[in-house]
């Protein structure tokens, strides 16, 4: 059995790959270009992949038995050409799910208390040193008791910040991008509605037809003055000039993890954005603490297992 991981570097250097040696023959790439993937997995009959594409040319003149997605989503695979082949695809899913929330809430928190301009303002040469009091007002923040918390996407992720944000003794309303989700423990509203009313808006969706530029110029406008708008799903939920562009002309806070497209384009309009006090960027890390990675390495190999278990 030969097995080729394509991109390893997105699992990090910090996770050791050894259970995959049980399975047989294994070549690591640290990252794999479009033009190189056919020839590395041409004889491969098991391949692990978290950004690489597999598409039905490379399904077709390869040996490939099974596909491990890296990940919980699989839209870098073509799934109907998978299926037409006989080629299983796994992906893992849940791994993430104790990281992406507590990323939620640290964006959020920093957000909230404005930490970035209180750090710089104690550090500074013209701030605390220079202040004839024992503390700093001049950018004051909320307290998230008995502030509402709006979730865009209940899936599971969903679900866990709901509860960690009623923890700190917010209320908790959703909307449902499928329009199929009706969970009991918690209030369902419309998009616009969550919007206009909520004090912290956090979205959990998965990019699809229904999510595609779910939050617009047209939208944008209904938010409150001084809300916080964060982004822990997919890239492409958000239209990003419309962001960039309401960001200098409002006063919300937004916290982004993920972009339409990764790494961030130089000519990507929110780095262009004025108030940067106001926007927090990361590079695709909520899904990634040391625990949620070891985890999906865990779920890979029992993939494997299970697959080679099936075969025998």
Sequence with gaps: MKIVILDKDT????????????????????????????????????????????????????EIKLICVAATGMNNIDLESAKQKDIIVKNVAGYSTPSVVQTTFAMALSLIGKLSYLDQYTKSDEGWVKSEI?????????????????????????????????????SVVYYSTSGRNRDEDFQRTSLDDLLSSCDVISIHAPLNEQT??????????????DAILLNLGRGGIINEKDLADFIDKSHIQVGLD?????????????????????????????WASKESRVRLVEGICQNIKTFIGEEI
């Excluded at 709006?150 to 009623?166: F, M, Q, R, S, T």
């Excluded at 595609?212 to 003055?225: A, E, T």
């Excluded at 929110?270 to 926007?279: C, G, S």
């Design 11 to 62: 699992l990090g250097n910090d996770i050791d790959l050894h259970c995959f040696e049980r399975f047989g023959e294994v070549l690591i790439y640290p990252f794999t270009k479009p033009e190189d993937t056919l020839k590395r997995v041409k004889d491969a009959q098991i391949v692990i992949t978290n950004k690489v594409v597999i598409d039905a040319k490379i399904m077709q003149k390869s």
């Design 212 to 225: 595609r530029d779910l939050i617009n110029q047209n939208n944008l406008k209904l938010l409150k003055k």
């Design 258 to 286: 993920v972009l339409e497209h990764e790494p961030i384009g130089e000519d990507n309009p929110l780095r262009y954005v004025q108030a940067k006090e106001r926007l927090l960027m990361t590079p695709h890390i909520a």
């Design 134 to 170: 024992f503390t700093d007002l001049e950018n004051p923040y909320f307290e998230l008791e008995a502030k509402s918390w709006g979730i865009i996407g209940l899936g599971a992720i969903g679900k866990k910040v709901a509860h960690v944000a009623e923890a700190f003794g917010a």
